[in-house]
């Protein structure tokens, strides 16, 4: 399939890579996140930073949270990897660039990259002609949800180890699936291998939200819609944490937008961190 015929990744995805690349090119240094492969794989032209969607002061806190979220997993995976847990695996991958950006890391590890078949096809493309090309230890993982098939029996046949530990990571997905869908999710990834983490962001109600981010939510929420993937799933970090315990995970940890502030943006002087009661993250130990 050649990248004409695959399906470009969806607006959610390439505004995700666009905002992180945002940061590297708008935000002064040191950078939470160095992260333009997105955009190099884009390559959306030369008057990207003038679409409505990167405007500075808009996607200011947007930006903070999706750089602060990737760089807390990608720590996490350094930690895991000293740990000697040797697997990865990346629900709803999108444009993640960590297999591109830390080889030297990404090396010893197995990283499987789980996405819809026709944005998977797309990326492989993509990441051939730019020169990056997929070494054995790089496996995209195409699944059809639309078409019901299971991501875990993909996942398998791809070559991963149940047995083996494994950082499972699922950024910016969770607001997309059902509860019921969700569910299943942890209940299935609470089944790895002793050691194994699971991290995954979650959106906590919109009434709950710093009122300083509501109206940003709310457009978010109805240009979901718009588009024909709307927001459907909302949780209170009590909630997720408690759902995580109850699908059979040994521990559950909400790490809120201040810790990731306090982490990554408390030396900074523009005032750029992330919001909190916005996009906030689980990390469950099985």
């Not at 910016?172 to 209940?187: C, D, F, I, P």
Request: charged share 20%; net charge negative; no cysteine.
């Amino acid at each position: 399939m050649t990248t004409a015929e695959a399906a470009a990744p969806d607006s959610t995805a390439a505004r995700t890579a666009l905002w992180r690349a945002l940061h590297v090119n708008i935000d002064p240094a040191p950078h939470v996140l160095e992260d333009e492969v997105g955009l190099k794989l884009l390559a959306p032209g030369d008057d990207w930073l003038a679409r409505g969607d990167m405007n500075p002061q808009f996607t200011r806190p947007f930006r903070a949270s999706v750089v602060a979220r990737s760089r807390f997993i990608e720590d996490l995976i350094a930690q895991q990897l000293a740990h000697g847990v040797s697997q990865y695996v990346i629900l709803g991958a999108g444009l993640d660039s960590f297999a591109q950006r830390w080889p030297e890391l990404a090396s010893r590890l197995t990283v499987f990259e789980i996405d819809q078949p026709g944005a998977q096809a797309w990326k492989r493309q993509r990441l051939i002609d730019m020169g990056f090309g997929l070494p054995d230890w790089l496996r995209l993982v195409p699944v059809d949800f639309e078409a019901s098939d299971s991501w875990w029996s993909k996942l398998v046949a791809a070559g991963f180890d149940p047995a083996q530990p494994a950082v499972v990571a699922s950024m910016g997905v969770s607001m997309y699936l059902t509860g019921e869908a969700n569910r299943a999710t942890l209940r299935q990834i609470s089944s790895l291998a002793r050691g194994s983490i699971f991290a995954m962001s979650f959106l906590v109600p919109i009434e709950l939200a710093d009122p300083a981010m509501r109206p940003g939510l709310e457009m978010a929420v109805a240009a979901a819609h718009k588009s024909g993937t709307p927001f459907v799933s909302f949780y209170t970090p009590g909630e997720i944490t408690s759902l995580a315990l109850a699908s059979g995970f040994g521990e559950a940890e909400h790490v809120s937008g201040d810790q990731l502030a306090q982490r990554y943006f408390s030396q900074r002087h523009d005032g750029l961190r992330p919001p909190n009661n916005a996009e906030e993250l689980l990390v469950a130990r099985v």
